[in-house]
Nanobody
Framework: QVQLVESGGGLVQAGGSLRLSCAAT????????MGWYRQAPGKERELVAA??????DYADSVKGRFTISRANAKNTVYLQMNSLKPEDTAVYYC?????????????WGQGTQVTVSS
């Protein structure tokens, strides 16, 4: 079994920065994909940023402000969020596609709240 543990959320003023972390632990052979998603009240969950071994991808709304990175040795993904806006307020979820010795499965973290005040 694999667990994703997120940290780094909180309350910040508009224009400020936060760094989210997500560490994967458990029976891991390799991690093919890691991503950050967010869900604001009354809205659907949306992709914020994703990273594989060869590429990164960002939602248009965060390009130039957010940076996703990964520490492979630690099975950890980070999301550096700069120039935060009130519309970035949401619960942020980590997602990972993990290969163990027998199968490939997708896992979600428990979510971390990010609140940006105007």
């Amino acid at each position: 079994q694999v667990q994703l543990v997120e940290s780094g959320g909180g309350l910040v003023q508009a224009g400020g920065s936060l760094r989210l972390s997500c560490a994967a632990t458990g029976s891991i052979f390799s991690i093919n994909y890691m991503g950050w998603y967010r869900q604001a009240p009354g809205k659907e969950r949306e992709l914020v940023a994703a990273i594989t071994s060869i590429s990164t991808d960002y939602a248009d709304s965060v390009k130039g402000r957010f940076t996703i990175s990964r520490a492979n040795a630690k099975n950890t993904v980070y999301l550096q969020m700069n120039s935060l806006k009130p519309e970035d307020t949401a619960v942020y979820y980590c997602n990972a596609v993990v290969r163990d010795t027998t199968r490939i499965s997708a896992y979600w973290g428990q979510g971390t709240q990010v609140t940006v005040s105007s």
